[in-house]
């Protein structure tokens, strides 16, 4: 079934009451191959770096004690390292996800019955938000299989603890979980901004694959860009987590401490919601064609 036939369908029941809403992007989401075939791609692609890093470095240290000091508020063992892949280089999955799920209804033009069938576009949004942040945090959960599932079982084999029976570790893996379900909803934000599916992706990509990481790179260099770079989506979510490889390479540089875990969910938090709320009025209120 193709996706703006199903989505059409779907979009056309009745869904007036919050629990419709909510079941019909469901079905809207589910019916289409979009997030499984997005899932697929990164459990393989977080598995391999999960398995390559865990190969090199714990081949290399024989124990996950030898890792180097991280910043304050940061984990820096091995396996927190491995695991922390999940979200380090995964969460571009979800939040393109989260795009799509907006985009794709101008794009395949079933926002107009969407809304006959729930006037309130507030609910629509709402009942989006909702669904792509249980969908992240799924991906979030097959994410970790990918990398503590992998990950683990070779740093085992190379001498090192897994740190599967440290309760940091599995602190670490709720966080994750969290930090992919508000991916997804920063990228519903995204995706309700900037309409259009080609210009949201590009300006997506671009920045969590470029200006972001060079933004990071530079904050290394000088503490006033340390201070501003710390609240950047990336380096919020990986002090969401608690680990990442960025964080141990840049873990002295400056003088200024990463976020607290609380404060970086807060900030992509706060960052979904602008961009939500900054979409419902620029675009989301306008008439449909």
């Known amino acids: 079934m193709s996706a703006s036939h199903s989505a059409a369908t779907v979009a056309s029941t009745p869904a007036s009451t919050f629990v419709g809403a909510i079941r019909a992007e469901f079905i809207k989401l589910f019916s289409t191959r979009m997030w499984w075939v997005l899932l697929m791609i990164m459990v393989a692609y977080v598995g391999v770096m999960a398995a390559a890093m865990a190969g090199l470095f714990g081949s290399n240290m024989g124990d996950a004690g030898g890792m180097p000091p991280a910043e304050e508020g940061q984990l820096a063992t091995l396996p927190s390292l491995v695991y922390s892949l999940a979200t380090s280089l995964g969460y571009v999955f979800p939040v393109i996800l989260g795009t799509l799920a907006v ?22 949004l709402l009942a989006k938000l909702l669904v792509l942040a249980l969908v992240g945090a799924l991906f979030g959960a097959a994410a970790l299989i990918g990398t503590v599932g992998i990950g683990g079982p070779i740093l085992a084999a190379t001498g090192n603890d897994s740190g599967l029976g440290d309760t940091e570790t599995w602190m670490l893996i709720a966080r994750a979980v969290l930090a992919m379900a508000l991916w997804a909803v920063i990228g519903v934000g995204v995706g309700t901004l900037i309409p259009n599916q080609v210009a949201a992706i590009v300006v997506l990509l671009a920045f969590t ?12 260099f000088a503490d006033w860009a340390a201070d501003i770079g710390r609240f950047l989506p990336g380096a919020a979510g990986d002090a969401l987590v608690g680990a990442s490889f960025f964080s141990l390479v840049s873990a002295g540089a400056t003088s200024a401490d990463p976020l607290l875990w609380w404060q970086g969910g807060l900030v992509l938090l706060a960052i979904a919601v602008v961009a939500a709320l900054i979409g419902y009025v620029s675009a989301w209120r306008k008439d449909v064609t």
């Open 209 to 220: 694959q470029f200006v972001e990481p060079t933004l990071r790179a530079a904050a290394l």
């Open 103 to 124: 985009t794709g209804e101008y794009r395949h033009q079933t926002l107009t019955p969407t809304f006959l069938a729930t006037p309130k576009r507030g609910r629509v």
